[in-house]
């Protein structure tokens, strides 16, 4: 046996007792994606991984979360995106995961280099990194993968469901790269606690390598920026621990030292703990059980959405307001770039209706989704999100007390979101004359605004908790255009209601409304109005 090989041996062979043989390699590397689709055919059409899991996220329910790895989802082989769909971009840097590999036949690179090309991504390489051939690419977030030539890390169960043949498969995680302005201490820490330990070093990077043979590379990062959360930065690195007592085992070892772990948290396909390890990053601990298949059958992995027990909002209006995709091959939505950030849902069988969605004061495109699908579910919802923002939420308009607004935004935003619908329309087919738009207090503002600053471009509208906010209306001939305005009884805003629909009257609109005995919140006793009103104009 040469050298190199009883090194390799030492390095994969399980030690008998002790922390190091409860804990070893990486469980699985989780990152932040801003466009599921996009995210879907890189990592399942492109790469060839299988998509072993979709649940709602336990810490947001309102977030998707997609797991991919070889056949089984076999810890060591998944990658995670939290999908932060049209959210704010972060930025790599210290304190961070900067980088992911995943390990293919060194024999696969010159395929893998084919592939790209023929997919029109751009790579670098074929490069040697500690002795291995390396191929670098970015994914659709600009998130760097690299693809390691590790002829002796192989997965159990490699994936042969995709277009891919099976000898050049993504086998696993081959590991990840971690910035860190505190080098010595960071890899003390993964030493000490997670069962890594030296390979090698060279320049900035020292190269950490587990008995399950994936590797962390610790980078020293004195002189770079600090990392910044957000969509096409990594969250984490989580490590395998065999069970729950190496679990627990980990946790009293750390709370011994100066790292505060979080409380265990019961993820359904493992049980974790997370730390920051002294640089910054975030590391969690997961158990390898009880997995992937606890839910679904081995042959159906990935095809059910599934939400955390506690989830406040039902697994039907988590599907509602949840991003759709498509996995490759299958049509889906081809979305476009228009002034405003928008999503669809298409329900399983839609009847050809389309209901334009806006928002209230802090809510987003998907705010009304699940409140329009109990009323119409047939309809395609197609939701939209203000542009303006008051401390940090979306708004349709600038605010400057709670009963008077800034005037030239309401125009200016009003004339972007006509510019919106033409372009949807155009874009998606949509049937001016058959749309009806549903807005929400602000959102429904902006739509009361819109049919007198942008007369012909709403037929047909809910008016949601809506009052007047112009100071000075323009006239307009609203004759063909049928409204529906719900008000609260103990709104506050209420007592404005009867006014805006004198005047939508008097301007020619048909105009039905409704008191429900609620406030300004939205609720049930919407439904059967909205109900009642849609029937009435389908007739």
Known sequence: MTFAALILALLTTPLQSGLLSMVSGIHHVTAVTRKVQANVDFYAGFLGMRLVKQTAGYEDATQLHLFYGDAAGTPGSLLTFLAWEDGAPGRAGYGQISEISLSIDPASIGYWLTRAMSFGLRSEGPADEFGEPVLRLKDPDNIILKLAGAKNLVSPAAWDGASIPVEHAIQRVRGATMLT?????????????????????????????????????????????????????????????????????????????????????DRKYFRSLYAREPGGTLVELATDKPGMTVDEEHAALGGKLFAPPEAITNLHDLKVMLPQFSMPGQPRINYRELPFVHRFYTPPDPDGSVFVLLHGSGGNETTLMPLLNKAAPRATLLGVRGRATEEGFPRWYKRITPFSFDQNDIKTEAEAFAAFIEGAVKSYGLDPQKVVYVGYSNGAN????????????????????????LSDYPHADLKGTDLLVISGKTDAYGKYASELEERLKSSGATVDSDVIPGGHDLGDADIPIIQKWLLQENR
Do not use: C
């Open 181 to 265: 302005e505190k080098p010595a201490e960071s890899r003390s820490f993964l030493e000490s606690h997670f069962g890594y330990r030296l390979q090698a070093s060279r320049g900035t990077i020292d190269r950490l390598v587990s008995q399950s043979g994936d590797i962390i590379d610790v980078r020293d990062a004195r002189g770079f920026w600090s990392g910044a959360p957000g969509t096409g930065t990594v969250d984490h690195v989580a490590f395998r621990a065999a069970d729950e007592e190496a679990l627990h085992s980990v946790r009293k070892a750390l709370e011994a030292t100066d790292a505060s772990p979080t409380n265990m948290h």
């Open 446 to 469: 902006l739509l009361n605004s819109l049919l007198y600053l942008h007369p012909n471009l709403v037929h047909k509208a809910v008016l949601l908790r809506s009052m007047p906010v």
